[in-house]
Every structure is written in C-alpha cells, then in structure tokens.
C-alpha cells in the first residue's frame, strides 16, 4: 500500500502537480478555501488550465463563500496572465458590476483598464510605428483609467494607473501629432488644422502642444486665411506657456496680425 501511494506521488509530481490523479482527475479540495489555494498554486506554476478548474469549483460548489468571489477575479487574473486581454476586460468589469462593494472592486476596475492598455497596438520592429495604428483602443484604455481615479481617489493602485494614463496619453497625442503632420504634407490645410486643434485640446502638455499652437498660427493664418483662429492660437500659446523659448516671437506675430 505504502510503494502504491509513493508511486502515485512520484507520478503526480512528474506530472508537475500533486493535485492531480494518475488519471488526469482533478484532485478538488474540502473547503473553497482548499480549492482556492490549489489554484494559486497551479497559477504559480503556469498550469493555466488546472487553476481555472479549481477556482471554477470553489465558485460553483460553493458560491456564498468569500472564495467564490475570489475565484472570480482569478479566473479574470489567469487570463490577463495569458496575455488574453479583451477577454480579462470583461472579465474584471463583470466581477466590478457583480461585486460593487467588495474590498477588491479597486483592483478589478483598475486591472480593466490595464487590459484595455495591454491590448492596444504597441511598437514592435516589423511592423509600422505605434502613432501610425488604430489608436481606438487606447483611447479606450486612456479613458477607463481617468474612471478609476475618479472613482477611487484613494487606491493603492492609483499611482500605477496615473503611470499608465499618462503614457496613453503621450501615445495618443503622438498619434494626433502624425496625422497633421501626414495631412500638412498633403496639403489637406483644414484635416492638419482640425488635428492640432484636438491635440491642445484633448492632450494637454503634451511635448507637441507648442508646436502645435505654432502651426495652427500658420495654418490659419496663410493657409485657411482666418486671421482670427490664428491670433486665438497664438494667444492660447503665450497664456499656457509664457516662459517658452518661443513665446517672444509669438507675441510679435500676433501684434502683426492685429
């Protein structure tokens, strides 16, 4: 008896995992609790699948445990581990919607918008540049992040998402920036002008927003022929940013559009 339980011991571990049988039969705990660290354990070792088996049983056998509710979230956490970020998007805000109350409703919010950010285009060397893609999604993602600060001033998690929302946003005004710039070079004068104007608006201090107001200067002021959009530009450019280098010579353009 004693050589059987050691050879099925030693075979379960070869397996990778002791809360498995010789069959593949998953060896499910008492408690919720049991269940719920099993699949810990199995996150731990990657074992994606295992773990999801057993937080499902601790929601499923016992669903007014605490447990339950945690199983939940770590089913939404294997799949933001498996880089299945949409799917954890819906995830974590179906655990916020389910659980508004609950002591990790902060992380969920919080671990939703991070998916929306983490599924968005990012760089990579064979492929276009970031600011050249689809920006919907981050956009999306910049979005939900200003949700969560406003609805959870005081998390834990509050200077990540301050972190990441400013990225998004520094991505997103790269992006606006491109587009005139692609649309200046064209000789499309109002899709270059009415891209700076979203750039300042929508992304302020961003590392273009006086190059952007700049722009706008001239765009209106040869190109589109409105002398008043171009000393509104112009003005906004010496109130948000009188100590730049370039402030002095704005301020005689603008006495010349007078």
């Known amino acids: 008896m004693r ?57 499923t056998k016992y669903p007014f445990s605490k447990y339950a509710a945690l199983s939940e979230l770590a089913v939404a956490d294997v799949k933001f581990e498996q880089d299945a ?66 609805a959870w001033p005081g998390s834990k998690h509050r200077a990540e998402a301050e972190k990441l929302a400013g990225d998004a946003q520094n991505r997103l005004a790269e992006h606006e920036w491109y587009v005139a710039q692609f649309y200046a070079k064209r000789e499309k004068w109002a899709g270059a002008a009415g891209r700076l104007e979203g750039l300042v608006r929508d992304f302020p201090g961003s590392g273009h927003e006086v190059d952007a107001y700049l722009q706008l200067a001239d765009l209106y002021a040869v190109r589109l022929d409105d002398r008043f959009r171009a000393r509104q530009a112009l003005q906004q450019l010496i109130t948000r940013h009188p100590d730049a280098a370039r402030a002095a010579g704005a301020e005689k353009r603008l006495e010349a559009l007078r």
């Open 3 to 59: 050589r059987l339980l050691a050879l099925a011991l030693l075979l379960a571990a070869a397996c990778g995992s002791s809360r498995v049988s010789l069959t593949g039969e998953v060896l499910y705990g008492k408690t919720a609790e049991e269940d719920y660290a099993a699949g810990q354990a199995e996150m731990k070792d990657h074992n994606w699948l295992e773990a999801v088996k057993f937080f499902e049983h601790a929601r």
């Open 85 to 150: 970020f949409a799917e954890a998007a819906d995830a974590y805000d179906a655990f916020v919607k389910l659980h508004p109350t609950h002591e990790k409703a902060d992380y969920a919010a919080f671990r939703a918008a991070e998916a929306l950010y983490r599924d968005a285009p990012s760089g990579f060397i064979l492929f276009p540049p970031t600011y050249e893609k689809d920006q919907a999604q981050l956009q999306k993602a910049r979005q939900r992040f200003q949700e969560f600060l406003k």
